[in-house]
């Protein structure tokens, strides 16, 4: 799902990325992100058996241990930019999962009202566009619903949600499975730069009307992707963001140094 979103952010990131196979540095902060997801996985896959959440105290040590995991699968692949200081990301992802202080963790707050059936399931479903199109959900709940993680520094909305490509893609991705989604769910765990946290639990939920249309999007990226390999190849210049995006920028894009279009290369 990730990559239809690149891919219209930036078809010359995308095809850097994918078909170049150039590998774009990460930024320390992106990695806790990805141990805030680690750890809960954990989690969740026991509450699956258990019907009942690990003790704090395990989760502490399953938290630490998920952003040191993190941080090794980069080392010697790609270069890490420390936008923070290591020792804070990882008490940061402490935090999150178990509180600190007078601040709860997601333990505490958003965990106790679900009961997973599967976590970080893959989906593949066929498409008639010459490519499977695949996913992986973070948690499906007993309610029929998917439950999607997310962390940040500042809150989000409804409007955000009930517009999100990913969301209806999932939904379309579970239908075309033959179990479609009762809904889809965002987990938000926000925590600013002064070590404020707290939590967000936003829901919506997609019509056949909007699913078909994911489906038309679909047909549209595939033939985009196909008009940019012929026309320029894997390894000529595919056209770049536009400027008016946050992304196209030195914070936004590891490329940007040797960026063709805009950055260092000009």
């Known amino acids: 799902m990730s990559a239809i979103d690149k891919f219209w952010k930036c078809p010359e990131q995308f095809r850097r990325e994918r078909y170049a196979g150039e590998r774009a540095h990460i930024r320390a902060s992106s990695l806790f992100g990805r141990a805030f997801h680690s750890a809960l996985a954990v989690n969740f896959e026991a509450k699956i058996h258990t019907l009942q959440d690990l003790p704090l105290e395990t989760m502490r040590d399953i938290a630490g241990g998920s952003w040191t995991e993190e941080k090794e699968k980069e080392i010697g692949r790609t270069e890490i930019v420390w936008d923070r200081k290591e020792n804070d990301l990882q008490q940061g992802v402490i935090n999150a ?60 909305n409804q409007k955000e949600l009930d517009g999100s490509v990913q969301a209806t893609g999932y939904c379309w991705l579970k239908a075309e499975e ?19 946290q707290s939590y967000q639990e936003l829901t919506t939920s997609r019509t056949k009307p909007q699913t078909d249309s994911f489906e038309r999007l679909l047909e549209t990226t595939a033939r985009t992707m196909r008009f940019y390999w012929e026309t320029y190849g894997p390894e000529g210049t595919w056209p770049g963001a536009s400027e008016a995006g946050w992304w196209c920028s030195p914070t936004g894009c590891s490329f940007w140094g040797t960026c063709p279009w805009r950055g260092g290369a000009k």
């Open 97 to 156: 999962i178990v509180g600190v202080g007078a601040q709860p963790g997601y333990m505490q707050v958003l965990a106790p009202t679900v009961q997973p059936v599967a976590v970080e399931r893959w989906l593949e479903v066929p498409t008639r566009y010459g490519f499977p199109m695949v996913a992986k959900v973070d948690l499906e709940e007993v309610s029929g619903e998917i439950i999607d993680y997310k962390t940040g520094a500042k809150k989000r």
């Open 178 to 196: 033959g179990n479609p989604a009762t809904g889809f769910r965002w987990h938000l765990a926000v925590q600013t730069k002064t070590g404020k």
